[in-house]
């Protein structure tokens, strides 16, 4: 079975700051990788995966993602944060295919400081 | 991407009755369909895989008569709380993937959610 862990609950930052939300998953096979992103009362939003080839993935908003397989993980990135980065960031892995159930971590809220 | 439409975003019914909550996949085809719970600062669990024509599998711990599941078509899923008591009050959200139409990534389509408070 996979697990994900993302050690950081919360993670305040202040407006233009850089940031990392950590991700560190487990698995026996090979897996994709996804972060989705959740804003007050609603549902979750893909913000990246990975599948296969780059290790190194971006989002159209600025964030990328690095797998790092050694080291088992997953981190989020974001050069510049701005308010509006403010929001629950779930990492996720599932069996490579994409038949199996996706398994999320248990989040990490990213508040941004003005 | 692929779009998810979850309806109602809210409800407030009194304990004893029951409510009723769809998903629907709006552009694409959906074989299967996935229903979480997420409680107040914590994570998504997932309650039970809907498939279309077919018995919704549970996980372990979730009460299959309490949340029903009927997956009548390949772009509906309803989940059903019945006799709902006040700790059934939670945040739900649906979610799909597009294994038919597109190459499948394992990428899920999430729902809005439904904020369900019981009385």
């Known amino acids: 079975a996979q697990s994900v862990t993302q050690l950081d609950s919360q993670v305040p930052v202040f407006e233009e700051a850089p940031v990392e939300l950590r991700c560190n998953y487990s698995?026996?096979?090979?897996?994709?990788l996804f972060w989705y992103v959740q804003y007050p009362n609603q549902g979750l939003q893909l913000l990246l995966k990975?599948?296969?080839?780059?290790?190194l993935v971006e989002s159209i908003n600025g964030f990328e993602a690095e797998f790092n397989k050694s080291q088992t993980s997953f981190h989020l990135r974001k050069p510049s944060v701005h308010i509006s980065d403010t929001a629950e960031y779930f990492c996720?892995?599932?069996?490579?295919?994409?038949?199996?159930?996706?398994?999320f971590g248990t989040g990490t809220k990213l508040q941004v400081i003005p | 991407g692929a779009v998810v439409s979850q309806h109602p975003s809210r409800v407030i019914c009194k304990s004893g009755t029951s409510v009723k909550i769809e998903c629907r996949s709006l552009?694409?085809?959906?074989?299967?369909m996935f229903w979480y719970r997420q409680f107040p600062k914590k994570s998504l669990m997932l309650m039970a895989t809907?498939?279309?024509?077919?018995?919704?599998?549970?996980e372990q711990g979730v009460e299959k008569d309490k949340f029903l599941i009927n997956h009548a078509s390949l772009t509906l899923s309803t989940l059903t709380v019945t006799s709902a008591h006040p700790e059934d009050s939670s945040f739900y959200i649906c979610?799909?993937?597009?294994?038919?139409?597109?190459?499948?990534?394992?990428?899920?389509?999430f729902g809005e959610g439904s904020r369900l408070t019981v009385l």
């Open positions: 979610s799909a993937r597009d294994t038919v139409g597109r190459a499948n990534t394992g990428e899920l389509f």
């Open positions: 996720a892995v599932t069996v490579s295919g994409g038949y199996q159930k996706v398994t």
């Open positions: 809907s498939n279309e024509g077919s018995k919704a599998t549970y």
């Open positions: 552009d694409f085809q959906a074989t299967t």
């Open positions: 698995s026996s096979v090979s897996v994709y």
């Open positions: 990975y599948l296969s080839g780059s290790t």
